[in-house]
């Protein structure tokens, strides 16, 4: 009788033609990992993050090696993360602790191991690492990024539409006269607006004004700095906003937005207003705009003007990092440890 062989487990998928960049993601607020496991989709994977036993965070694949049921359902105990269907253990390396049914002797084979991936917990966020390299690769925070432990609160969104997409509202400054009716009045044209590249550092700049109003006062006037891939700082009279935007997969977007202010006392309510507003009377008109736009992306069939080019830059970088990560050698090797 022929030795029976275990079904290897499908990878999860990774549209072949696609490849995100090589970069550090921000995936969730470490606010939002506590006790239980966290499940989520970025890069287009299902995984799961936990919290060790010393409180370190852990990304891994969402799906338990013995017969692939989802993570995120189980539990933490001690630190290991416990599947709910035969409650197979796994610690924050990946290795497996127990696996209950065939009593305390029994070693696992090596396959019974989850992967795990490149994390990292910073600026009250959880990264997660993609690519070979990704651990000597800088996080993607511009450097007056809050590092969101006063005076910080941050509402998780995720959009029906494409990474890019997605980027490209929010370094968008001339759309608030039209989507947003509290900027109604602004005005309508953009001057001054400039633009610079630094590394990867997109920042920009601009006033809307009335056509025949003044270029140095009055108006809508916004200073940003996007660090690529996607994190977004803007200062706001006295408050920070912060927006940490990264795929889920081809066709949707997560984006945290976090408001921070420091004041002693009140500074946390009004980011808590200001996070608020932004959901109620700035946000639903973003992603109603994006989600009507389509669920795929080509810039080249956009056509732009003047006032997007801060876009343009990113789309430039965007370009040519995905063609480095698609021709990177250890691309195929990596894909199955690597997000
Ligand atoms: S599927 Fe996870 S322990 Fe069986
Ligand atoms: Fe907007």
Redesign the pocket.
């Known amino acids: 009788m022929p030795k029976p062989t275990l079904a290897r487990r499908a990878l999860p998928v990774v549209r072949s033609e696609e490849e995100y960049p090589f970069a550090w993601y921000a995936i969730m607020p470490s606010s939002a990992l506590r006790r239980r496991p966290r499940g989520v989709r970025r890069l287009g994977r299902d995984l799961v993050a936990f919290r060790r036993a010393d409180g370190a965070a852990v990304i891994a694949d969402a799906r ?1 090696p ?4 989802d993570l995120a359902a189980g539990r933490v105990v001690n630190g290991e993360l416990t ?1 709910r ?4 253990r796994f610690r924050g390396d990946g290795s497996c602790a127990a696996v209950p049914c065939e009593g305390e002797g029994y070693r696992p084979s090596s396959r019974m191991s989850l992967s795990t991936f490149p994390t990292r917990e910073a600026y009250g966020f959880v990264w997660l690492g993609h690519g070979p390299d990704v651990e000597s690769l800088p996080l993607p925070v511009t450097d007056d990024t809050p590092d969101g432990t006063r005076g910080s609160v941050v509402a998780e969104l995720t959009w029906d539409a494409p990474y890019p997409r997605v980027i490209e509202g929010q370094m968008d400054i001339h759309h608030f006269p039209f989507a947003h009716r509290p900027f109604a009045r602004v005005g309508t044209r953009l001057d001054p607006f400039e633009v610079d590249q630094e590394g990867d550092v997109i920042s920009f700049s601009g006033r809307l004004r009335k056509e025949d109003g003044p270029r140095d006062r009055g108006g809508l006037f916004m200073s940003m700095k996007l660090r690529f891939p996607g994190t977004l700082v803007a200062k706001l009279s006295g408050v920070v906003l912060t927006a940490f935007v990264t795929p889920v997969d081809a066709t949707r977007t997560y984006l945290a937005f976090r408001y921070t202010h420091t004041w002693p006392l009140v500074g946390k309510l009004i980011a808590w207003l200001a996070v608020v507003s932004e959901l109620q009377l700035i946000q639903p008109d973003d992603e109603a705009m994006l989600v009507s736009a389509g669920p795929d992306f080509d810039a080249s069939e956009n056509c732009y003007v003047p006032s997007d080019r801060a876009f343009l830059l990113w789309h430039k970088e965007w370009r040519s990092r995905e063609r480095a990560a698609l021709r990177s050698p250890q691309r195929s090797r990596s894909q199955s440890r690597q997000v």
């Not at 013995?66 to 049921?69: C, E, K, T, V």
């Not at 269907?85 to 197979?88: A, L």
Request: proline share 0%; charged share 10%; aromatic share 20%.
């Open positions: 338990c013995h017969r692939g049921a599947c269907y035969h409650g197979f």
